[in-house]
């Protein structure tokens, strides 16, 4: 019991919701998104600056959930920077796939998002891994709708 | 239709304390394990187990009794009947109703509180009317008021709460005018456990003129409900927050309103004659169920009423609300801890957060151990925004539940902190 949880609540974890990265507005933004889990209530809003080459230059966001929606947002912003859109994609394909189970893990290399692979043991937290993945990826797409988990 | 045979009240206590072991060993899933750990089952205010006397009914209601009700000229359409409607006549006793034709089998407290919107509201409601709602009501005692609003030009107006998680009654006061048509209150607060003065409250209401519909979905598991006494207009709750099967709830209304009001849904079961020229309608309480009931889980909803006038509903109420007690005892220990709901009067719900933790997390981490809380913002945003949190946490009580169980929650609790330490 207490291996699955102290898998999950890594002290990475803990520390990047205390202390979340890239946490604020960003004035250069040129694209954004929003996204709810209406299920708990979590709320965050993306904004990015993606250039000509689409090559996501900056990345920041603010909202309110749990460690676990947090540390991904924080997390996933890191990693986001220098990045191109299709790269994005393909890194959120490969950490979803990891962390659902489902669909089809093409690298096992995610980087830093290795932190939160333990949420598989978790299924109903595996939505809170992905909100702001999910935001990424409309924002970048510049999609006008919200995102929404359920 | 032949009752299961229960224990009576004395069987089931020792003086004047519950045999535990004996109600739980009522309750088969009470035995189950969860992830590894022996289940501590404290989210009864979202849905209570059931107890094999309910389980049981229905099993032999499918066996030995079951065809549609109302209509067969054969056997078991009668006894099918005859259960539906004495499961009638139990949830008349329940609520302490005059007539067995002002109780109205529905799906469930939302369903009840959607029958009056739109039924006695788009009958009653005119542009400029106001209803009145209070800040601590379930979603479900928000919404039909404001979709039934937006159609007949009426205005929802928010009763105020305080920070105990009482409603102002001064506000309330001054709230109500000659234009206030009806009165929305629920008689204990899901997300806070507050136990409103429905009685007062009602007879402030009538004095204004207005019509008071009641949720009881918390107040059925917990505490004696009449509506005589309470002379409330309209009173719903639901079966499975009170041992009974999901997808069953009661609507009480006063005969002489429900007898005027227009029908809700149309379908069979409802009519008297129809004909293209027109249809004229049954009486109550047949108007307002139209199609096929759930007549299984109506007879399981008699079987828990009967579960529970076994034990006692006083014993009940006593039990849980020395649960209660303990709980907030146990909490006073711990700095780290805030306590949602402070009411002078309470029920079966305790609500918190832990400093620096996510309800969601806390939820997580106790679900491991075996504790089973609700998390969220127990679809009650507005309360969740008078206190300024996204979401808390909330142990919720049943007759079966036990000190050591609460025990188990703090426990559980430390695990929390130590990993978030």
């Known amino acids: ?150 | 239709m032949s009752e299961v045979a229960l224990k009576t009240p004395a069987e089931y206590q020792s003086g004047n304390v519950l045999d535990i072991q004996e109600i739980r060993a009522q309750f088969p899933i009470l035995e189950e394990m969860v992830h590894g750990n022996t289940l501590a089952y404290l989210d009864n205010g979202a849905s209570s187990q059931k107890p094999i006397a309910v389980t049981e009914t229905l099993e032999r209601y499918y066996a030995t009794q079951h065809a549609n009700v109302h209509r067969g000229v054969h056997e078991l359409s009668d006894r099918a009947t005859e259960a539906y409607e004495s499961a009638r006549k139990t949830a008349r006793k329940f609520v302490n109703a005059n007539r067995s034709e002002e109780i109205i089998f529905v799906r469930g407290t939302t369903e009840g509180l959607n029958l009056v919107a739109e039924s006695y509201g788009r009958w009653k409601l005119k542009p400029g009317d106001e209803i009145l709602v209070s800040e601590m009501e379930h979603h479900s005692n928000i919404v039909p008021w404001q979709l039934i609003a937006e159609r007949t030009g009426s205005i929802v107006r928010m009763i105020p709460m305080n920070d105990n998680g009482e409603i102002i009654q001064e506000d309330y006061q001054n709230l109500l005018n000659d234009k206030t048509q009806i009165v929305a209150i629920t008689h204990v607060a899901n997300s806070l456990g507050t136990v409103n003065p429905i009685k007062e409250m009602v007879r402030m209401a009538h004095d204004a003129g207005a019509v008071v519909v009641v949720d009881a979905a918390q107040a059925a598991p917990h505490i004696s409900i009449d509506v005589i006494d309470l002379d409330c207009d309209f009173l719903a709750l639901s079966g499975h927050k009170m041992y009974a099967p999901t997808g069953i709830g009661v609507l009480y209304g006063k005969g002489e309103l429900l007898e005027a009001m227009p029908p809700y849904q149309g379908g069979g079961e409802m009519i008297r004659r129809v004909s293209f020229e027109g249809t004229t309608y049954a009486n109550i309480p047949h108007r307002f169920e139209a199609g096929t009931p759930n007549i299984a889980d109506a007879v399981g909803f008699g079987a828990a009423c009967n579960f529970m006038w076994n034990i006692g509903i006083d014993t009940i109420a006593a039990h849980e609300q020395e649960l209660l007690d303990y709980v907030h005892e146990c909490a006073e220990q711990h700095e780290d801890l805030r306590v949602y709901g402070n009411a002078k009067h309470k029920a079966g719900v305790f609500a918190f957060t832990l400093d620096n933790v996510h309800a969601h997390d806390l939820g997580t981490i106790l679900d491991r151990q075996g504790v089973a809380i609700r998390v969220g913002h127990h679809c009650a945003m507005p309360v969740m925004q008078h206190f300024n949190v996204a979401a808390t946490a909330r142990a919720s009580f049943a007759v079966y539940n036990t000190h050591d169980e609460i025990d188990r929650m703090f426990d559980a609790l430390d695990v929390v902190r130590e990993l978030f330490g």
């Open chain 1, 1 to 150: 019991m207490m291996d699955d949880l102290k898998a999950l609540y890594q002290e990475v974890i803990i520390d990047h919701s205390r202390n979340p990265r890239n946490f604020g507005a960003l004035e250069s933004a040129n694209c954004s998104a929003e996204g709810v889990n209406p299920l708990c209530g979590d709320e965050l809003t993306l904004q990015c600056w993606l250039d000509d080459n689409d090559v996501i230059q900056d990345v920041k966001f603010v909202g309110h959930g749990c460690a676990i929606s947090i540390a991904s947002a924080s997390i996933m912003t890191e990693m986001l920077k220098g990045l191109t859109k299709s790269d994005a994609e393909s890194l959120f394909e490969n950490f979803r796939a990891r962390v659902t189970g489902l669909g089809e893990v093409r690298s096992n290399d995610i980087g830093k998002l290795e932190v939160l692979s333990g949420v598989r043991e978790f299924p109903t937290r595996v939505k809170c891994a992905t909100l702001p993945w999910h935001t990424a990826i409309a924002a970048i797409n510049r999609s006008e709708d919200q995102v929404t988990t359920e």
